[in-house]
Each structure stands twice: as C-alpha cells, then as structure tokens.
C-alpha cells in the first residue's frame, strides 16, 4: 500500500495548511479533499467523477477539471442523456465550444455491476463542458462548475481562490 499526501494550495487564517494523510485505495477523488464556500478545484481527469463534483457543489465550492466525456454520463437541461464525444466534429480548429450539461450523481454504490437509471440520480450537478483542439488536432474537454456572465458569445469570470487537486 502507498500512502499521499492530500491536501490544498490555500492557507488559512491561523496559518496552517489543511491536508491529511489517505492511502491509495480511494483513486483521486474530490471528496478527500478540505473544501471551503466559494473555492474553485482545478484536477485532472481522474477527479472528473459525478460523486467528486457533487461533494464540492455541497459546499458551494467549484469545479474545473480535464474530462473524457465516455467516462462521465452527460445529460441536456431536459436530463436526456447527450454524448458529447458525437459533437467533437463542431469542435474548431481555433477556438472552443461549450455545452451547457447536467451530470446526474448516482446513489450510492452496490455489489451489482448493473449500469444504473439516471432516474434514480440523487442530485443533478450543472455543468458546461467546453471543448477545444490541441495543436495536434486531438480534442481537449474541460468541465466546470462555475457559472459566467454572458457578454455575446464569451464568458468573463471574476477572480476566486483556486485550489489545486493533486
């Protein structure tokens, strides 16, 4: 068994720095993580798990994280499931597009193996994943919690505490 260190890049107010210690067997998950109102968590592919971004919007923290979008259920504002991969065409080669997405959270864990109806979601995580092109041509998605100001077709974002998951 390995051990890490999980933990933030933040500070607080008496100076300490939170983290603690956890073993390998949990995979990278953003539930392990201290989490405070108004943070926003940047991680890799492997944090991209409904359960993972559920846990942070509890706290009304967010999320930015790499995702591949086979191994993250995607649904519309109408919760029909939507695979983003069938978009990747109307991705440009210079530039991005976003899809506004709901993630619906599953209940928890069973022995069965049996995939489960997004009916039974125990919550819904709204979400936009945005989709761009590398300079090799492959697409890159990107999935965030955080919600932007419309000005024509870009979004601005104002200045939040990051945190970064790794």
């Known amino acids: 068994m390995h051990w890490r260190a999980c933990g933030g890049n933040g500070e607080a107010q008496d100076g300490s ?3 603690k210690g956890c073993d390998d067997s949990g995979g990278e998950k953003l539930a392990r993580h201290p989490v405070v109102k108004g943070e926003v968590i940047l991680g890799d592919r492997g944090y991209a798990t409904a359960r993972g971004l559920h846990a942070v919007r ?6 930015v994280v790499r995702f591949n979008p086979a191994t993250l259920r ?3 504002a109408e919760r029909r499931r939507i695979f983003l991969q069938e978009k990747e065409g109307q991705v440009p080669a ?6 506004d997405i709901l993630i619906p959270v599953p209940p928890p864990p069973t022995k069965s193996h049996k ?3 997004s009916a039974k979601a125990i919550d819904w ?4 994943a945005i989709a761009a092109r590398t300079r090799s041509g492959e697409v890159i998605w990107i999935l965030t919690t955080l919600t932007g100001h ?3 077709r870009h979004r601005r974002y104002g200045a939040l505490p990051l945190t970064l998951a790794n």
């Open 17 to 19: 720095r939170p983290g």
């Open 58 to 63: 509890q706290v009304e923290a967010h999320v």
């Open 74 to 76: 995607t649904c519309d």
């Open 94 to 99: 210079l530039g991005a597009i976003e899809f």
């Open 115 to 117: 995939t489960w109806d």
């Open 125 to 128: 995580v709204e979400a936009r």
């Open 150 to 152: 419309t000005t024509g």
